[in-house]
C-alpha cells in the first residue's frame, strides 16, 4: 500500500527516546539523584509521580526502574549503531541535568556528563543522525527539589538557564535542534513527575502549580533568546502532549467543556509561540480558583522570545464532558477523558486514533501558522518472543501505518511538518506506569518490570518496516 509522496526531501524521519528512561547508571559519572529516580515501580508510584507524597524518600525494598533503566549509559554506542541501520535522520534523547549538575545548583558543570554527552551525540553524527535535544524530559535533580521546591521557586530560573548555558556552549556544535520542556503541559497533570512538585499538607495545589508553570515559561523564553544569541544555526522549539479534546456530546455544555480543556493545555503553547499570555487566562485561572499568577517586573518582555516550531507527542485523542464524573472514564492516561464509544483502546485504555492526529495537526497549524513538529508517535504494547527469536509486532505496524497515513493527510492539508519520530524506538522504561513490558521499540530489550533480563537487543518485524518506510520517504508502507 503506498500514499502520495507528500513528503519533503528533508522530511526528519527519526526516534526518540529519554534520559530518564533509558540510561541508568543513575549515580555514576557524578550524576545527582533526579525527581524520577524517586519513582519505583508498583502502587506505591502512583502518588510520588502526582505530588502527593510530601518529602519523597526511597524505600530499599522497592525496585526503582530508572536507576538502571536499559543501561543505555554503558551501550549507546551499540544501541545507536544498531539504530542507524535503520536509516534514521534524526534521533532525539533528553540531556539528564542531575548529570550535568548533580544538585542543581553548582557554579559550574560536572565534565564527566559533558563528556558522556559528547560522546554520545558525536556517535550520532558519525552514523548520520541529526541530533534533537530535550533540555527537560521530566527531570529536575532532586537537590533542587528538597532544596528549593523545584519550579513553585523563581530561583530554578537562573539554575535552568545555567544549565541550558552548558548545553549550548558544550553541544551546540553538534545539535541542530533543541526543545526546552518535554511535554510543558503535563506539569499540571503530573506535577512530581513533570516537574518535582511535591505538595505540601493544605496549600493550593493549584495555585502552586500553575505559578510553577510562569516559571517553566520564562525559563523557556530565557532559553530560547540564549539559543538564538548563541546558535544562530539551531532551531528550538516548544512541546506539547498533543491530542485534541472532543465533545462528548454535541450539547454546549460538553462542547464549551472541550474548549476549556484544550485552553489549559494551549495556553503554554500560546505563550511560547506567541509570546504573551492569551485573553482567556484570567479566566481560566479563576475557573481553577487559582488567583493570578505573580510576574516580576521584566516577564513580559522576556516571553516576547519565541521558538521556531511547535513540536508535540501524540498518541490519543481525548473527550470532554461537563459531566465527566458521572461517566466512565478513560483510564489509563494522566489527562483525565471521558470514555470514546467510537474508538478502540490499546491494552493500556489510551484510544487509537489516527485522524485525531490529522485533526490535531490541523488544529495546531491554523492555531501559530509556525512548522510542526511530531516528535513522538508510538503504540505501547507487549511483545512476544517466538521460539525462533523472532518478535511479530504486526500491531504496531498497523498502528504505525495508520497514522503515518493520517499524517501525510494532514500535509496534504497544507501543514507544514519538519519530521515524524517514533517514540521508544529501542524498549525503555514506561513513564507512566514503570514497566518494561509497556513497549514501544523497534528493537526489543530483555528486561522485565522488576529488573531482571539479559538486556539483549533484538530487532522486530517492525524495525525492517520502518527502515522502508524511511527509505521510501513515506511511500512504502506495506
Ligand atoms: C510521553 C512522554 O508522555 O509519553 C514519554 O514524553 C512517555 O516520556 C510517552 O514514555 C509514553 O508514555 P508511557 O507512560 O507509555 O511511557
Not at 503530573?190 to 505559578?211: C, I, R
Amino acid at each position: 500500500m503506498t500514499t502520495n509522496t507528500v513528503f519533503p526531501a528533508d522530511f526528519l524521519w527519526g526516534g526518540a527516546i529519554a534520559a530518564n528512561q533509558t540510561e541508568g547508571a543513575w549515580h555514576e559519572g557524578g550524576r545527582g539523584t533526579s525527581n524520577i529516580d524517586m519513582l519505583p515501580i508498583g502502587d506505591k508510584r502512583m502518588p510520588v509521580k502526582l505530588g502527593q507524597v510530601a518529602q519523597p524518600e526511597l524505600d530499599e525494598t522497592l525496585y526503582y526502574p530508572s536507576h538502571t533503566g536499559i543501561d543505555f549509559y554503558h551501550r549507546y554506542k551499540d544501541d545507536i549503531a544498531l539504530l542507524a541501520e535503520m536509516g534514521l535522520k534524526v534521533f532525539r534523547t533528553s540531556i539528564s541535568w542531575s548529570r550535568l549538575y548533580p544538585n542543581g545548583d553548582e557554579e559550574t558543570p560536572n565534565p564527566e556528563g559533558i563528556a558522556y554527552y559528547r560522546s554520545l551525540f558525536e556517535t550520532c553524527r558519525e552514523h548520520g543522525m541529526e541530533v534533537l535535544v530535550t533540555l527537560a524530559h521530566f527531570d529536575v535533580p532532586m537537590g533542587l527539589v528538597t532544596g528549593y521546591g523545584s519550579w513553585r521557586s523563581r530561583e530554578m530560573i537562573t539554575f535552568f538557564t545555567r544549565y541550558a548555558k552548558t548545553c549550548f556552549e558544550e553541544f551546540g556544535d553538534l545539535v541542530k535542534y533543541w526543545i526546552t520542556f518535554n511535554e510543558i503541559n503535563i506539569i499540571l497533570h503530573s506535577p512530581f513527575s513533570g516537574a518535582g512538585l511535591a505538595f505540601q499538607p493544605g496549600e493550593n495545589q493549584k495555585q502552586v502549580t500553575y505559578q510553577a508553570a510562569h516559571h517553566v515559561l520564562v525559563a523557556s523564553a530565557l532559553t530560547v533568546k540564549m539559543i538564538h544569541e548563541m546558535l544562530p544555526a539551531a532551531q528550538v522549539g516548544c512541546m506539547i502532549a498533543g491530542g485534541s479534546f472532543y465533545p462528548y456530546t454535541s450539547k454546549p455544555e460538553d462542547v464549551w467543556q472541550s474548549m476549556l480543556d484544550d485552553h489549559d493545555n494551549t495556553f503554554f503553547i500560546d505563550v511560547q509561540a506567541r509570546g504573551y499570555y492569551p485573553s482567556y487566562m484570567k479566566s481560566l485561572l479563576a475557573s481553577k480558583g487559582v488567583d493570578a499568577i505573580e510576574m516580576a517586573d521584566g516577564d513580559e518582555e522576556i516571553l516576547k522570545n519565541t521558538v521556531d516550531f511547535v513540536s508535540f507527542s501524540y498518541y490519543a485523542s481525548r473527550t470532554s464532558a461537563h459531566n465527566l464524573d458521572e461517566l466512565t472514564a478513560n483510564e489509563g492516561n494522566v489527562v483525565k477523558s471521558a470514555k470514546n464509544p467510537y474508538l478502540p483502546t490499546s491494552k493500556w485504555g489510551w484510544v487509537i486514533d489516527p485522524l485525531g492526529l490529522r485533526i490535531t495537526m490541523n488544529q495546531l497549524y491554523d492555531r501559530y501558522q509556525k512548522p510542526l513538529f511530531l516528535v513522538e508517535n508510538g503504540l505501547g504494547a507487549e511483545d512476544t518472543v517466538a521460539a525462533d527469536g523472532s518478535i511479530n509486532d504486526d500491531y504496531r505496524i498497523d498502528y504505525f501505518r495508520e497514522h503515518i497515513k493520517a499524517m501525510a493527510d494532514g500535509i496534504a492539508d497544507g501543514v507544514p511538518l519538519m519530521g515524524y519520530i517514533a517514540w521508544g524506538v529501542i524498549d525503555l522504561v514506561a513513564a507512566s506506569t514503570g514497566q518494561m513490558t509497556k513497549r514501544y521499540g523497534m528493537v526489543y530489550v530483555d528486561k522485565n518490570n522488576d529488573g531482571s533480563g539479559s538486556l539483549k537487543r533484538s530487532k522486530k518485524k517492525s524495525f525492517d518496516w520502518y527502515k522502508q518506510v524511511i527509505a521510501s520517504n513515506g511511500t512504502v508502507l506495506s
